[in-house]
């Protein structure tokens, strides 16, 4: 295939997005009130470029992944779902559940945004003496897990903190 063809898919993909883009900033249902917009017409790299160019008109949603929710609501705890879960790899998740993994994040958010914003990194031996069960190899995949799914950072001397 010439590489000029294949600029010109990339145009016309370019210009759909814009279009789309246009469209859904200005949907109105017959009533003259905004409807809200769904995102399962969009492809993922589509409703990443709607999210960045912030044409919507507030109260326009595009993208509602938890993890996206977790970004603009940093002061709620919105526990990891099945769907999250399942897309770590098994060699990540182990034997961890979901369950155990929810609070186990539970804890780790209640502790960073309950002190200053500038709360030191926790420690293995500190999270289990605040009751965490995250030694072993299935404590570990608890932590890797929200790891893999950017909710924490984890060092490599296994000190934890939130991202967000």
């Given at each position: ?7 010109g ?7 759909m997005?814009?279009l ?8 109105h ?14 492809s ?28 603009s ?14 897309s ?10 979901l369950?155990e ?11 960073f ?13 500190k999270?289990?003496e ?27 001397k296994?000190?934890?903190k939130?991202?967000?």
């Amino acid at each position: 295939e010439h590489p000029i063809g294949s600029l010109g898919e990339v145009s016309s993909c370019s210009s759909m997005t814009d279009l789309s883009c246009h469209s859904l900033a200005s949907s109105h249902d017959d009533s003259g009130a905004q409807t809200q917009i769904n995102a399962f017409d969009c492809s993922p790299e589509q409703t990443a470029d709607l999210n960045r160019h912030d044409v919507f008109t507030p109260g326009i949603v595009v993208n509602q992944s938890p993890a996206f929710q977790r970004q603009s609501q940093p002061d709620t705890f919105i526990p990891v779902t099945d769907e999250e879960f399942l897309s770590v790899s098994n060699l990540v998740r182990g034997r961890a559940k979901l369950d155990e993994v929810n609070r186990v994040y539970q804890q780790l958010f209640d502790h960073f945004r309950s002190g200053s914003p500038n709360t030191p990194a926790l420690s293995l031996p500190k999270m289990t003496e605040m009751g965490m069960r995250v030694t072993g190899a299935t404590g570990q995949a608890k932590l890797k897990i929200l790891r893999s799914l950017k909710i924490l950072e984890l060092s490599k001397k296994n000190e934890v903190k939130l991202l967000y």
